[in-house]
């Protein structure tokens, strides 16, 4: 049997088990999305006065309207919150244990991210579709599937590139004390340039090459752009083959300095 | 003749003042060995500093980018809402530092049984559970907080009175005590809930609607954060009184909403120590 088929199958049967597992919580997870839709709230809401008193935007309001009523859906659809936990496990040697096993620890962790998410979006999808009907007349729907279907595709990968860049963060503990410091750092730059506090387009005319082209763009405002925003076939294309080519690049990266943290492991208690 | 605990005894305070004097003796301790504690850990101070200003730049991001937009919304101007942002900053530094690493221990207390320790102690368990711990490094946000609310005012060449000082101070303090029995209510139905861990993400996050003036918002959310969620108390009021365009009458509206939120808290957590059945013996 290949790899690649049994790793899928054992990765089937942890997400199983994690999701009965999280279930339990459920609760919990569902606070957790009542907050989370806080803060795009509140933008939405300021923006839209901003916009009925004459600021003149490069945007209009459908596009303030949809983009932060789909945004805490995309933020949390591509998050990951492995960095901590994976610090911990290689400095307290937990990591050790995961060495014997048939399969990789990181696979244990893509379970955990899309049994989480599962659970979260049962809890969030509703209060998306309130805040849509709340909002009908100004949101922007794109007509047809093709749309959607390039911002499901963009969605898996903005995952991918989150979870690589948590992965490469958080093989930094290979080497670091303690990577804390670097992953709240790592948090506060990705929040506003990714777009999850003010949309990419309203930042500054100086700032738009560096912008649009950065890794972040492509966590969150991407693919929420591609439902809200105007942007052209071509446009869209380009987008998704930078998005693709930093997925590639960073996942190169990533699994260069994992094997290399690997084989420069030495635990507590290995 | 041998005494046993059975025995009368002199009460432990003469008077309701001396037991809030005590009481306040007591809090002063808690600074003190906050204070040794942080000495410690100078690592920890340096990283909150750095995060709290770095936060606080961000904070700042999406009403610089507006009003490049923008001259006026609302009637507010851009100094305007950066005093109002430092008001913001102070309140919400005090609440991290004073309040926040008590509340957030509540799940704790409740589900290790940690409670039955307090209910032992010759203190107010209410007191003892909401003010016992302090970050001091928090404060380095309030004085971040000041320094903004400075600029601000330097900006829109605001120059208050001390009649409007007084009302902006109060109003503020108001905040302060508001927002924590708001979110004592929130934490207190640990009770019930057991754990009311990510209940604390609800108030965090709502509490970012204090950095825009509530005149940003439409009306039902205005109201909603005036006498529901009082983060207006936190920032709008107190820099609408720098600005010398309040009366008393908001302050005196605020001073009430205290004496009810304060007594509607204190019959939830006595209502709730009623159902606390231990969870350690």
Redesign the interface.
């Known amino acids: 049997m290949s790899t690649v088929v049994r790793n899928l199958r054992v990765l089937r049967r942890m997400t199983a088990a994690q999701i009965v597992g999280a279930s339990i919580y459920r609760?919990?997870w569902t606070?957790?999305m009542?907050?989370?839709i806080?803060?795009p709230i509140?933008?939405l809401?300021?923006?839209r006065?901003?916009i009925a008193?004459?600021?003149?935007?490069p945007i209009d309001e459908r596009y303030v309207t949809t983009y932060f009523v789909l945004l805490s859906f995309v933020t949390m659809a591509t998050s990951s919150w492995m960095t901590g936990f994976l610090a911990e496990y290689i400095r307290l040697g937990r990591l050790s244990s995961w060495m014997v096993r048939p399969a990789s620890v990181l696979l244990s962790f893509v379970a955990n991210n899309l049994s989480e998410k599962v659970l979260k979006l049962i809890a969030l999808v509703p209060m998306i579709g309130v805040l849509w009907w709340i909002f009908r007349d100004s949101m922007n729907i794109p007509a047809g599937p093709g749309r959607w279907t390039v911002f499901a595709v963009s969605i898996v990968l903005g995952a991918i590139l989150v979870f690589t860049i948590d992965l490469l963060i958080g093989s930094l503990a290979f080497w670091m004390d303690d990577v804390t410091?670097l992953a709240?750092?790592r948090l506060?730059i990705a929040?506003?340039l990714s777009g999850a506090?003010?949309p990419l387009a309203?930042?500054?005319d100086w700032s738009r090459g560096f912008i649009d082209n950065q890794p972040f763009r492509f966590t969150v405002s991407f693919p929420v752009e591609i439902v809200a925003g105007n942007l052209s076939g071509q446009e869209l294309l380009v987008g998704l083959g930078i998005q693709a080519g930093y997925v590639v690049v960073l996942g190169i990266l990533a699994r260069l300095v994992w094997s290399a943290g690997l084989r420069a492991y030495s635990a507590v208690g290995a | 003749m041998t005494r046993t605990m059975a025995d009368d005894r002199r009460p432990l305070d003469a008077s309701w003042l001396h037991r809030q004097r005590r009481h306040f003796r007591l809090w002063r301790r808690f600074l003190g060995q906050a204070v040794v504690r942080e000495t410690h850990y100078r690592a920890h101070f340096a990283t909150t500093l750095l995060v709290g200003l770095v936060e606080l730049g961000l904070g700042v991001v999406p009403i610089l980018l507006l009003f490049g937009f923008a001259q006026e919304v609302q009637g507010w101007s851009r100094a305007e809402v950066i005093t109002l942002v430092g008001v913001y900053q102070i309140v919400t530094g005090l609440m991290a530092a004073f309040v926040a690493p008590n509340l957030q221990r509540m799940t704790s207390y409740i589900t290790e049984g940690e409670l039955d320790g307090v209910l032992l102690r010759p203190v107010s368990s209410q007191f003892y559970l909401t003010l016992r711990w302090i970050n001091v490094a928090e404060l380095s946000n309030v004085a971040s907080g000041i320094a903004v609310l400075v600029i601000g005012l330097v900006q829109s060449g605001a120059s208050p009175n001390a009649a409007q000082v007084l009302q902006a101070f109060v109003l503020a303090a108001c905040g302060l005590v508001l927002l924590a029995t708001v979110w004592s209510a929130l934490a207190f139905l640990a009770f019930w809930l057991q754990s009311v861990g990510p209940i604390a993400y609800i108030y965090l996050n709502l509490v970012e609607a204090g950095r825009y003036p509530l005149a940003f918002f439409p009306v039902a959310v205005r109201a909603f954060l005036t006498f529901a969620f009082p983060v207006a108390f936190a920032s709008t009021y107190p820099a609408q009184a720098l600005a010398g365009d309040l009366g008393w009458t908001p302050v005196a509206g605020g001073v009430a909403l205290v004496v009810v939120a304060v007594t509607l808290v204190r019959l939830l957590w006595r209502r709730g120590l009623r159902t606390y059945a231990s969870a350690s013996s």
């Open positions: 609760g919990a606070i957790f009542v907050a989370n806080c803060v509140i933008s809401l300021i923006w006065t901003a008193n004459g600021a003149r935007l410091a709240q750092a506060i929040s506003v506090v003010v309203l930042m500054p």
